[in-house]
């Protein structure tokens, strides 16, 4: 069985920078893509960006474009995020989450396995 471990999070202040990891273990990890999502405190699961593990194709939500980057190492079953420009709206829990199949990234229930999460604050 394959499990998603996030790394990283933690207290920033605003304009500052993170870079969250998420890495693969367990049987053979072949993805279609990966995906991060966030949720805060009483809001829903929203997607932030996700990445094809072949192509290296990358989706962002208009809300991250220009400030967070989502890239991959295939060798090392990980993907990361950078997230840059941090703004006190970007705290929230990060989760990875995985698919096996194309189609709308932006959506929760096309992704089948998911991290536990990593807790971003940024302060004001």
């Known amino acids: 069985q394959v499990q998603l471990v996030e790394s990283g999070g933690g207290l920033v202040q605003a304009g500052g920078s993170l870079r969250l990891s998420c890495a693969a273990s367990?049987?053979?990890?072949?993805?279609?893509?990966m995906g991060w999502f966030r949720q805060a405190p009483g809001k829903e699961r929203e997607f932030v960006a996700a990445i094809t593990w072949s192509g290296g194709t990358t989706v962002y939500a208009d809300s991250v474009k220009g400030r967070f980057t989502i890239s991959r190492d295939n060798a090392k079953n990980t993907v990361y995020l950078q997230m840059n420009s941090l703004k006190s709206e970007d705290t929230a829990v990060y989760l990875c989450?995985?698919?096996?199949?194309?189609?709308?990234?932006?959506?929760?229930?096309?992704?089948?396995?998911w991290g536990q999460g990593t807790q971003v604050t940024v302060s004001s």
């Open positions: 367990g049987r053979t990890f072949n993805p279609y893509a």
């Open positions: 989450a995985g698919r096996t199949s194309s189609g709308n990234y932006y959506t929760t229930r096309n992704y089948s396995l």
